[in-house]
């Protein structure tokens, strides 16, 4: 997965949880980092991710991973 997708679905479940940029990162990294995560110009390490993911109430793995999609 590339960074872009990756910062896509953090801001989405971000947004879905109806969590504030400086809400989702506390005191763990700057708005500012979460922001160049989200544009896809950054990418979190795994700490960060494990971070993210656990604030959203996520396992980290679901941010990374798709689901397959049904064959026709």
Same mark, same amino acid.
């Given at each position: ?10 801001k989405?479940?971000?947004l ?10 506390g005191?763990f +990294? ?6 160049? +995560?989200?544009?896809g110009?950054?990418c979190?390490?795994?700490?960060t991710l494990?971070y ?10 679901c ?6 999609s049904?064959?026709?």
């Open positions: 997965m590339n960074s872009e997708e990756l910062g896509k679905r953090i989405e479940a971000r879905a949880k109806k969590m504030t940029q400086s809400e989702l990162v005191t +990294i700057t708005r500012n980092m979460l922001s160049g +995560i989200e544009s110009n950054a979190p390490s795994v700490k494990e993210l993911a656990g604030r959203l109430d996520l396992p980290a793995g941010l990374l991973y798709t689901s397959p049904p064959r026709d």
